[in-house]
């Protein structure tokens, strides 16, 4: 009994890194680099979809997120990055600015 409860620890604590993929579903990074400035708003929907966030301070600025979230071993801490798409639009629905925002990999806060 006591082989089979040190194998189930043993195994518990010594797993490989699992990787947790999340974000819209759709999402597709390869697609953000077909968006250029100029484009309208209709072609950038038609590309990535409805966007995941759209800014409240600015309705002409759309957020595509797109994050990963890891774990190291079973007892092991939780580590997040994400990508982020930030497109702005004009009057005129064309964009006028894209930024790729990248957060590296940092531990994830537990709350409690």
């Known amino acids: 009994m006591r ?3 040190s194998f189930i620890l043993l ?3 010594s797993c490989t890194h699992t990787i947790h993929n999340h974000g819209v ?3 597709n990074i390869e697609l953000w680099s ?3 400035v100029g484009d309208d708003r209709e072609k950038v929907v038609h590309t990535l979809g409805s966007p ?4 409240k301070f600015d ?3 759309w957020y595509y997120v797109s994050y990963k979230i890891k774990q190291a071993n079973f007892l092991g801490k939780r580590k997040y990055s ?11 629905d064309e964009v006028t600015d894209i930024r ?3 957060v590296a990999e940092r531990s994830l806060a537990v709350v409690d």
């Open 25 to 27: 579903p759709g999402i």
């Open 34 to 36: 077909k968006i250029q």
């Open 82 to 92: 994400s990508k982020s798409l930030q497109i702005s639009f004009n009057q005129n």
């Open 11 to 13: 195994f518990t604590v």
């Open 3 to 5: 082989v089979l409860i």
């Open 52 to 55: 995941t966030l759209v800014s």
């Open 59 to 61: 309705e002409n600025v």
């Open 100 to 102: 790729e925002i990248n």
